[in-house]
Nanobody, 123 residues
Framework: VQLQASGGGLVQPGGSLRLSCAAAGRLIVNYVMGWFRQAPGKEREFVAGINWSGTRSGYADSLEGRFTISKDSARTTVYLQMNSLQPEDTAVYYC?????????????????WGQGTQVTVSS
């Protein structure tokens, strides 16, 4: 399974970006999809997760309300809409797929990882 993340870039504070994560290869039926991020010198942290059907999602407490995770109808692409971006949101954003993570935020529960896409928030 290959996960291809895209959509990162440079944006001014207060701006928006939409990240995409496309899954290719073996069909990942019933996999949870998640977004994580890692800033320089920091550990990778949970951003958002969504179940296979798209009916349930979860967010890091500090991000809920600004970020929205969603899936396309074919369930092969996951999106992360990021609004009101701030410099502290600067990081490499990774998408991941897991068969059965204990929670959306359980990093070790994800089996496949994308290569990451850089998001830089700066004026």
């Amino acid at each position: 399974v290959q996960l291809q993340a895209s959509g990162g870039g440079l944006v001014q504070p207060g701006g928006s970006l939409r990240l995409s994560c496309a899954a290719a290869g073996r069909l990942i039926v019933n996999y949870v999809m998640g977004w994580f991020r890692q800033a320089p010198g920091k550990e990778r942290e949970f951003v958002a997760g969504i179940n296979w059907s798209g009916t349930r999602s979860g967010y890091a407490d500090s991000l809920e309300g600004r970020f929205t995770i969603s899936k396309d109808s074919a369930r092969t692409t996951v999106y992360l809409q990021m609004n009101s971006l701030q410099p502290e949101d600067t990081a490499v954003y990774y998408c991941a797929a897991g068969r059965n993570p204990r929670t959306f935020a359980t990093l070790g529960g994800y089996d496949y990882w994308g290569q990451g896409t850089q998001v830089t928030v700066s004026s």
